[in-house]
C-alpha cells in the first residue's frame, strides 16, 4: 500500500473530451500561491507509506525541426536543483511516491523509473490478472507488463494499429485485466501520455483537482493534505475552509495527451477517459442479476440448483473440497467458498514483506486485524482468517467503542471473541478494547476532516473518527490471570503492529443489509431492492471506500476488503435475489440472509442471528456527536432533516 501524488506544471489541461460542455477548457497560469505545497503532499502521504519517500520529474519541452515540432522529455533525478521555467517552454510533472511495502522479498522505493524512461506510482494490491510468484512484488511485475503496452491512446482497434507481430495490450486493456484493488499514476514516454485511474470499484481512494484560475496545476493524490499556510485563502466565522479543492476521481482509466505548444507557446494536454475492455469485469460494474423476482413456483422450492455456467465459475473454487462434486453446491457454500479464497488472496497467498519486523523479540505476532464489531460480517471474517493463515500467528480484532463497555460494539464484540475462542481454542484470539472520548479528540478531529475530504458531513465525520481510531489499534486487552488467582482478568496496554486490516465493507450493498433496503422492498417489491443494491454499489466508491482508505490507511495499515473481491461479487450476482435476503422476515432473519447461513456454515450461530448496526451506532460516537454539536439525538435529526450536515470545526 501506498500514497501516490501527482502535480503537473506548465501545460494546459484540455477537458473539452471529457466534459463536453465545458465552456472554458484551458485556465490561465495563475500566480497565486498554491494552497497545498509539495512538503504538504510529502508529509500527508508519508503517514501512508513510512517505508520510503521518493520523487522523480519528468521535464518536457519541444524540439523545433524545419517542418515541425516535436515533444521531448527527460527524467529529473530526486534532489535536482533544476526547476522549470525559464526562458524555454516546457512542462513538468512530479512523481511522489511514500511505500508501505507489502510484498515481495527486496525493499521496493517508489517511483519506479525503466529504461525506457517510464514511471510509475502504484497503490493497491493485484490478486489476478497477472501472474505473480508468491515472493513478487505487484508493483515491479505492473512496471514490466505496463513496458510491453502499445503506444496506442485509444485501444479501440488496436489490434490493426499496433503494427507488431504479436497482439499487444494498449494500456486500458492491461488496467482492464487486473484484479484486486488500485490506484496509479503512469507516464509512458513513447506516446507522451499521462495514464492514471483506479479499479472499477473505486477500493483504492484518488483525489483530482482540475485546473482552475486560482490554482492551474492539475494535481493527483491518495489523500487530501493540510496545507501549511492560509494566509491567502478565505475562511467563513467558523474557521472552515473551503475544502471544494479536491474532488473522488470517478472510477476507471484516463489519459492526457500532451502535445505541442499552442499559439500562447504553452504544451497542452488533452483529457480522455477510457472505456473498460474485459467482459466480464463490464458486467460486475453492471451489476446486473439474472434473477430478481421468484416466479410462483419458486416460492415453494428450494432455491439450491444453479446453472451449469454458475458451475463452472465455481469449479476453481471448489477444488479444496477434494473430489469432484456430483451434486451442486447449496449457494451458501458457494459463498462460503469464495470468501474463504478472497480472504486467502488478501492474507497468506502471498508473502507478507518483512512479516516479522527486524527488531521482533517477543513470542507473540498478529500480522493481520480485522475491524471487528461482533456483528455477522466481522465474525465471517475473523472464522475465515482463522482458516486461512499460519497457527502460529495471533489475530488483532480491533474494537473502538465511545461508550465504554456499554457500547452496542463492545458487548457484541466480547460475545463474538467467545464464540471464536469456542470454535478456534488453539488460536490466539487479541481482542483489542479502544476506547475513545469525543471531548478529548480536537486535534485528532480536525486531522480526520481533513482525511475525509471531499466529504463533509457529520456522517462521513463520524465514521472517519471510528476508523481511524479502529485502525490505530491503540487500545487495552484482557488477559487471564492465573487460575490461582481465581481467573479474574487485568487490563494491559496493547498496540496493534499489524499491516493489513481486513473490512466488512460491500456486505451490506450486496445482501440488503440496510434498512432503506427493507424500505425499497415494501414499497417497489423486488424490482425495487434490486435497484437500490444496485445504487448502492454503484456510487460505493464515493459515499464510502475512498474516505475508509484515507482514514485507515493514514495509520499505516492497509484495508482489505474480502466482500468486494471480483470473484464474490460474481457469484452473489449469479444468486437469486430471494436467496440473497427476505425482507418479510424480520431484521436479523430475512437481512443478508445468504451471510447468516455462511455463519452458521462456520459454527457462528450466535452471529448468525445478529442485527444490523452501522459503526456510527454501534460504537455510539453518533450519540456523542450529536449531544456535542446539537444537543440531543432529536435535535440532531431535527437539523439533518432532508439534508445532509456540513461540518465545520472550531477554532
Known amino acids: 500500500m501506498c500514497g501516490i501524488a501527482l502535480i503537473v506544471c506548465g501545460i494546459k489541461i484540455d477537458l473539452s473530451l471529457l466534459i463536453p460542455n465545458l465552456t472554458s477548457t484551458c485556465p490561465q497560469f495563475s500566480q497565486n500561491c498554491p494552497l497545498f505545497s509539495e512538503d504538504d503532499i510529502k508529509a500527508t502521504l508519508q503517514r501512508r507509506g513510512p517505508d520510503s519517500l521518493g520523487t522523480r520529474n519528468i521535464l518536457l519541452h519541444p524540439k523545433i525541426g524545419k517542418d515541425c515540432s516535436t515533444l521531448s522529455s527527460s527524467v529529473e533525478n530526486e534532489g535536482s536543483a533544476e526547476d ?223 446453472s451449469i455456467s454458475q458451475n463452472d ?54 500480522p493481520v486485524a480485522v475491524l471487528f464489531s461482533g456483528g455477522l460480517d466481522s465474525m465471517i471474517i475473523a472464522a475465515l482468517l482463522h482458516q486461512c493463515i499460519d497457527p502460529e500467528y495471533e489475530i488483532d480484532l480491533l474494537n473502538v467503542s465511545f461508550d465504554g463497555e456499554s457500547a452496542p460494539d463492545r458487548i457484541s464484540a466480547r460475545a463474538g471473541l467467545k464464540e471464536l475462542q469456542k470454535n478456534a481454542p488453539l488460536r490466539r484470539w487479541n481482542l483489542v478494547e479502544i476506547d475513545a472520548d469525543l471531548l478529548k479528540l480536537t486535534c485528532e478531529t480536525k486531522r480526520v476532516m481533513s482525511l475525509i475530504t471531499p466529504a463533509k458531513t457529520y456522517m462521513d465525520l463520524n465514521i472517519g473518527l471510528a476508523l481511524w481510531l479502529a485502525a490505530g489499534g491503540d487500545g487495552w486487552l484482557s488477559e487471564v490471570m492465573s487460575s490461582a488467582e481465581g481467573g479474574l482478568c487485568q487490563r494491559v496496554k496493547y498496540k496493534s503492529e499489524a499491516r493489513i486490516l481486513l473490512v466488512g465493507s460491500g456486505a451490506d450493498e450486496q445482501c440488503a443489509g440496510y434498512g432503506r433496503h427493507r424500505t425499497k422492498y415494501r414499497n417497489g417489491s423486488w424490482l425495487g431492492l434490486h435497484e437500490e443494491m444496485k445504487l448502492d454499489m454503484q456510487r460505493i466508491w464515493k459515499r464510502n471506500l475512498g474516505r475508509d482508505d484515507r482514514c485507515i490507511a493514514d495509520n499505516a495499515k492497509e484495508a482489505r476488503f474480502p466482500f468486494l473481491d471480483e470473484d464474490v461479487i460474481r457469484i452473489l450476482l449469479d444468486i437469486p435475489l430471494w436467496e440473497i435476503a427476505d425482507l418479510n422476515q424480520p431484521s436479523g432473519t430475512g437481512d443478508k440472509k445468504i451471510l447468516r447461513e455462511v455463519a452458521r456454515l462456520l459454527g457462528l450461530n450466535e452471529a448468525a442471528i445478529l442485527p444490523k448496526r452501522a459503526i456510527q451506532f454501534g460504537s455510539r460516537i453518533a450519540r456523542e456527536s450529536n449531544r456535542q454539536n446539537f444537543g440531543s439525538n432529536r435535535s440532531a435529526n431535527q437539523a439533518s432533516a432532508g439534508s445532509a450536515v456540513i461540518y465545520r470545526p472550531s477554532n
Open 84 to 306: 522549470g521555467f525559464g526562458s524555454e517552454v516546457f512542462g513538468k510533472l512530479q512523481f511522489i511516491g511514500a511505500t508501505l511495502q507489502l510484498r515481495g522479498v527486496n525493499p521496493v522505493v517508489q517511483p519506479l523509473v525503466d529504461a525506457s524512461c517510464n514511471v510509475l506510482i502504484f497503490n493497491g494490491e493485484i490478486f489476478g490478472g497477472i501472474h505473480l510468484s508468491s515472493d513478487s512484488n505487484d508493483t515491479e511485475v505492473l512496471m514490466q507488463s505496463m513496458e510491453q503496452c502499445c503506444s496506442c491512446v485509444s485501444h479501440e482497434n488496436n489490434r490493426y494499429s499496433c503494427p507488431s507481430g504479436g497482439r499487444i495490450n494498449s494500456v486500458p486493456e492491461l488496467l482492464s485485466q487486473v484484479k484486486g484493488p488500485w490506484a496509479l499514476v503512469y507516464w509512458q514516454d513513447s506516446s507522451k501520455t499521462l495514464w492514471f485511474g483506479r479499479d472499477a470499484f473505486g477500493r483504492r481512494s484518488l483525489l483530482v483537482h482540475w485546473p482552475t484560475p486560482d490554482d492551474s496545476r492539475l494535481l493527483l493524490s491518495s489523500v487530501s493534505s493540510c496545507p501549511s499556510s492560509h494566509q491567502s485563502y478565505d475562511f467563513d466565522d467558523e474557521g472552515m475552509l473551503d475544502f471544494n479543492f479536491w474532488e473522488e476521481l470517478s472510477c476507471g482509466v484516463y489519459s492526457v495527451s500532451v502535445g505541442s505548444p499552442d499559439m500562447d507557446e504553452y504544451l497542452i494536454g488533452k483529457v480522455q477517459k477510457h472505456e473498460w475492455t474485459d467482459s466480464e469485469l463490464k458486467e460486475l460494474i453492471t451489476w446486473e442479476r439474472t434473477a430478481i423476482q421468484p416466479k410462483l413456483e419458486d416460492s415453494s422450492a428450494s432455491f439450491g440448483k444453479v
Open 313 to 366: 465459475r465455481l469449479s476453481s473454487l471448489s477444488s479444496e473440497l477434494g473430489s469432484l462434486q456430483i451434486t451442486p453446491l447449496p449457494t451458501s457454500q458457494k459463498v462460503l467458498i469464495a470468501l474463504r479464497e478472497s480472504v486467502m488472496r488478501r492474507t497468506s497467498l502471498y508473502k507478507i514483506f518483512k512479516a516479522f519486523p527486524i527488531d521482533h523479540r517477543q513470542e507473540r505476532y498478529a
